[in-house]
């Protein structure tokens, strides 16, 4: 009797085994290899050192679905022989070998039942009720010399109903009787092939773990006999020490009664240098071999892993004796693979003489670390006992020599002794006479103090106080209770810090109005002030109406300003949405003032108060459409009647008020109607005392709107709706404020020289670049600063730690302290923190930001982002990445402003990126440079003017900053970010260095104040010199 497997079915995961009977008829079987599930923990092992995912992949493509049993009888059976998961490939070679070999043989033949063929029926639909039936029986008789392929179960039963002689059975109980024995044979061959082919694939699995358990066994005992070679070495290293000792004893037998001559110590001498040598050879010869007794160790702890893997093998192998158990009762020929199993018990057991071996050697080899243990004990005794030796030979030269040392110590301190006396004498006599000069200088100051005190102005008070002081007299002035004379006199001396004014306030502090007028009013005039009066009328002033850069532009320039000893106001809308808390003494006037909008007169309700050091007037419109009651600050569908109708009340409120500037200041698109409106109705009223200085901050940004809206607020729409006007290049209807303020104003700037130039073409100009160009004489750009003050680790209260240049110690515990807070790791201290501060917008490069996200994490950094995004969709996206990194360990975005967050931002970061398209001026890169972070620009507007690469060599080293780069694109942005990971790795020292220098770099608005009083004075010169001309 022969076995085969077909070939063809083991591929698709079927195995087939076909018999031929001595009569001639064939009947093939069929069965599955067993699902992966199924397989013993043993070959799960082997799984794991071998497997390819691919190939599995590969394989299960390919699986073929399960054969559907033939009737309703086989049906218990579906949860065995539910669709296996396929095995690795060499599972199923391993297995068709083993069958071909003749591992396996399925007996019992059944008598009556006629030998069939199980075979599948794929992709042909039922036809008839009859071929429903998913499998089809294959009946062949040799002896009527006929092959009946595919034949169904009713054509079997009429064959079967036929005799030997072709007459036909005519009792329906034997056909009956004869179709449940062959349901009955088909059910129990099936089981028998379940049961074979599990064991077929655990007895596969066993030997191919058992090779490579043997493959370990070899490589253990190579390591072993290494290891008895290292312990021979040891042996004899412990002779060698024996000899030592010996050498050791005759020294010191020679030390106790050294004889007299030279020679024998030079002799000595050389001999106590060769045992420092042989002492050193034998020091690395055992720190060798304590490196070999390592991995006798290591050895052991592999050895206890083979012992785990042998008891799982172990149970492999009871459950193969239980599955074999089962199958003896319907398999009687399975003898072959006893006998394997037997072999391979045996072999197990063998497996385990070899265990206990390697445990004897390692234990043999632990014995060997304590000797040698004791016999580093022995070689530093050695060590010690050479040191004495030197020591002793040393001991009496040294004696000598320092008794000489002492001896002309205690001469030069007599020395000095007597030269003390002398010297203290004379400074006792020094003091006395500095006495007598320090008394009788101390009486010529305090009458120089008094004499000064009259004439110099209260430096010691704060802004507050001043600008406080001179709202009060404003008030005065518009509500009409002192000329306006008075209030131009009190100012001046306000402007001053007269010390007259200052204690004439604190006498009437405690009184009533009408005295403290009163009083007032007894001051007279005061010389004219050399300062200039300025004027900012805006949108926004940082902290109380803050949304981007322009409200640190307002506030940082008007206080220094102030510093320079100029007299600064600020004029904003009363936003409902302000930060009330950041103004002090926040007070409405006793007045109203009416302004002109859309043909009516509306009454304004005016608020004085004082936001860092500066007197702002705040202007509440009583107007019905409540333009600054929104909840926000820009964003309305109205905002160009908003701010066209503030542009109006801030000039009818200079107007009323009696002020007459030097400077009037206005930013952005918001407030670029007062330079119209001032030359066109003001100036006519009175109101002529002043320059307009218009900044545009973002060319983006024009305002554009109908040409008809801007006649609401006064202006003349058929006069200015002209392209040498206020008409926009993009309609003949559509007027732009930003075009008119160029147009109208004696000085225009920008936020930085870079971006001036920048505006000038026709990509960055946005369409104003020809008018621009035009009024290029009157056109500078003056690069901003930061408020240096609020922006300061030293001082900042928002801060875990302060810092500065010269203690950098704080800013590693401000970064220890973000990570803890943000919940991110803090494993590694020197792995790098890229901060990103930004509004999410286009002109900011957020596809580069989104970028530099994933490449920061794949250079081994940390990425923290805060800011949010005013469109739509980029707001999703970047809420999916969010959601993306919301526990991982190095990410962490936060969409939304944060002042203190921020602060601790700039603190932690030791990079800053900012990868604008474009980008005016840009504050970040300044306030991130102030608290060490090192600024990763690309290289555009204000940034190319405050940023300068690291590895250019054309740019002095005193001025190099940050990493910049080109192109608005990944490489570009990949090729500074890894420049600078390179630079924070390799040289810890040059990027301290390089947090220093930027530290130290002065981003204040002294030098831009400069520049900005400078263009004040010359236009108020060029004023006074066209005045005089024409009289």
């Not at 206005?666 to 109705?681: G, I, K, R, S």
Request: charged fraction near 30%; aromatic fraction near 8%; proline fraction near 3%.
């Amino acid at each position: 009797m022969t076995t085969k497997v077909s070939s063809c079915f083991l591929f698709h995961g079927l195995a087939g085994i076909s018999r031929e009977r001595e009569h001639g008829t064939s009947r093939r079987f069929f069965f599955y290899v067993p699902s992966r599930r199924l397989l013993p923990a043993s070959c799960k092992m082997r799984q794991q050192r071998g497997f390819d995912s691919n190939k599995s992949r590969e394989i299960k493509k390919g699986s073929p679905e399960p054969i559907l049993p033939i009737n309703s009888s086989l049906q218990g059976n579906s949860d065995e022989e539910s669709e296996p998961e396929n095995g690795s490939a060499d599972s199923v070679s391993s297995l068709e070998s083993n069958v071909e070999k003749g591992y396996n043989e399925i007996t019992e033949k059944k008598d009556g039942i006629q030998k069939t063929e199980v075979t599948r029926l794929k992709g042909k639909p039922a036809k008839k009720k009859e071929e429903s039936v998913p499998a089809a029986i294959d009946i062949r008789h040799d002896d009527d010399g006929q092959n009946l392929n595919n034949l169904t179960v009713p054509e079997v039963a009429k064959a079967l109903s036929i005799n030997e002689g072709g007459g036909e059975q005519s009792s329906d109980g034997q056909f009956g009787e004869l179709m449940t024995m062959i349901r009955n044979a088909e059910k129990n061959i099936l089981r028998l092939d379940q049961a074979r082919a599990t064991a077929l694939d655990d007895l596969n699995k066993i030997l191919s773990e058992k090779e490579a358990l043997q493959g370990e066994i070899n490589v253990l005992e190579m390591k072993l006999s290494d290891s008895d070679e290292r312990i021979e070495t040891a042996a004899q290293e412990k002779v060698r020490a024996g000899l030592l000792e010996e050498q050791l004893e005759k020294l010191r037998h020679e030390m106790i009664s050294p004889p007299d001559s030279d020679g024998y110590i030079l002799a000595l001498g050389k001999e106590l240098d060769t045992l420092k040598l042989q002492n050193l050879s034998l020091r690395s010869d055992i720190e060798m071999l304590k490196s070999e007794l390592h991995s006798v160790k290591d050895t052991d702890e592999r050895v206890v892993v083979l012992e785990k893997e042998c008891s799982g093998l172990e149970s492999s192998v009871k459950d193969l004796e239980s599955k074999f158990s089962v199958s003896q009762e319907d398999v009687s020929k399975l003898s072959t693979l006893k006998t394997e199993c037997t072999d391979l018990w045996t072999k197990v057991e063998n497996l385990q003489l070899l265990l206990d071996r390697a445990t004897k050697q390692a234990e043999q080899a632990v014995l060997v670390l304590q000797q040698n243990q004791d016999l580093r004990n022995k070689v530093d005794k050695i060590e010690e006992s050479l040191k004495e030796a030197n020591v002793y030979k040393e001991s009496s030269e040294k004696i000598q020599q320092y008794n000489e040392l002492m001896q002309h110590k205690v001469k030069l301190l007599e020395e000095r002794l007597e030269k003390s006396d002398a010297e203290i004498f004379s400074y006792v006599q020094l003091y006395q006479e500095s006495i007598k000069e320090f008394q009788e200088t101390l009486v010529s100051l305090k009458a120089e103090s008094k004499k000064k005190a009259r004439d110099e102005p209260v430096d010691d008070m704060p802004w507050d106080y001043w600008s406080r002081l001179l709202l009060t007299v404003d008030g005065w002035l518009l509500e009409k209770k002192i000329g306006s004379d008075d209030a131009d006199s009190l100012r001046e001396m306000v402007w001053k810090k007269d010390r007259r004014i200052h204690d004439t306030y604190i006498d009437v502090k405690d009184k009533s109005e009408r005295d403290a007028i009163s009083a007032f009013l007894k001051l007279v005039a005061s010389p004219t002030s050399s300062g200039l009066h300025v004027v900012h009328i805006a949108a926004e002033m940082a902290p109380v109406a803050k949304v981007g850069g322009l409200g640190d532009v307002v506030a940082g320039l008007g206080k220094a300003l102030q510093r320079k000893g100029h007299l600064v106001e600020i004029i904003l809308p009363k936003y409902d949405c302000m930060e009330y808390d950041r103004v002090r003494d926040l007070r409405a006037l006793d007045t109203v003032v009416e302004s002109y909008f859309d043909g009516k007169l509306y009454k304004n309700k005016i608020w004085v108060g004082t936001v860092e050091g500066l007197p702002v007037h705040f202007i509440e419109p009583q107007h019905p459409s409540k333009f600054f009651w929104r909840g926000q600050f820009y964003g309305e569908q109205d905002d160009f009647k908003r701010f066209s109708y503030f542009s109006r009340a801030a000039l009818e409120l200079l107007l009323q008020s009696g002020k007459r500037p030097d400077i009037i200041h206005c930013h952005d698109w918001q407030t670029a109607f007062v330079a119209p409106l001032y030359w066109d109705l003001y100036a006519p009223k009175g109101l002529d005392s002043a320059r307009i200085c218009f900044t545009c901050h973002n060319f983006e940004y024009q305002g554009t709107a109908s040409a008809s809206e801007l006649g609401s607020c006064g202006l003349d729409v058929n006069q200015l709706n002209r392209p040498d006007r206020m008409q926009d290049h993009s309609s003949g209807d559509r007027v732009n404020p930003v075009k008119g303020a160029i147009i109208f104003s004696n000085i225009v700037t920008t936020v930085s020289p870079t971006y001036a130039q920048e505006v000038r073409t026709a990509e960055g100009g946005k369409g104003l670049h020809s008018t621009l160009n035009f009024h290029s004489k009157k056109f500078i750009g003056i690069l901003n600063g930061i408020d240096t003050d609020s922006w300061n680790p030293a001082t900042d209260p928002f801060l875990k730690a302060q810092f500065n240049a010269k203690d950098l110690q704080g800013k590693e515990e401000n970064k220890t302290a973000l990570r803890k807070q943000l919940g991110l790791s803090s494993a590694e201290s020197r792995r790098p923190l890229v901060g990103c501060i930004t509004r999410l917008v286009p002109q900011k490069g957020v596809h580069l930001i989104r970028h530099a996200i994933y490449r920061t994490l794949e250079l081994g950094g940390q990425f923290v982002l805060l800011g949010s995004s005013p469109v739509p969709h980029i707001q999703r996206e970047f809420e999916g990445i969010e959601q993306q990194f919301k526990t991982h360990d190095h990410v962490r975005l936060l969409l939304k402003y944060d002042e203190a967050l921020s602060h601790s931002i700039y603190a932690a970061s030791d990079m800053f990126i900012i990868p604008s398209i474009f980008e005016p001026c840009g504050l970040t890169q300044m306030i991130a440079m102030r608290y060490g972070s090192i600024p990763i620009v690309r290289k555009t507007g204000g940034l190319n003017d405050t940023v300068f690469d690291i590895d250019d060599d054309t740019i002095p080293t005193q001025f190099q900053n940050g990493f910049t780069f080109q192109s608005a694109d990944e490489q570009g942005l990949n090729y500074a970010l890894e420049r600078a990971f390179n630079h924070y790795k390799k040289d810890e020292e040059n990027w301290k260095r390089v947090m220093e220098k930027v530290m130290s770099i002065d981003f204040s608005w002294a030098s831009s104040a400069t520049q900005y009083e400078e263009l004040y004075a010359r236009s108020l010169a060029r004023a006074r010199a066209s005045a005089n001309r024409t009289l």
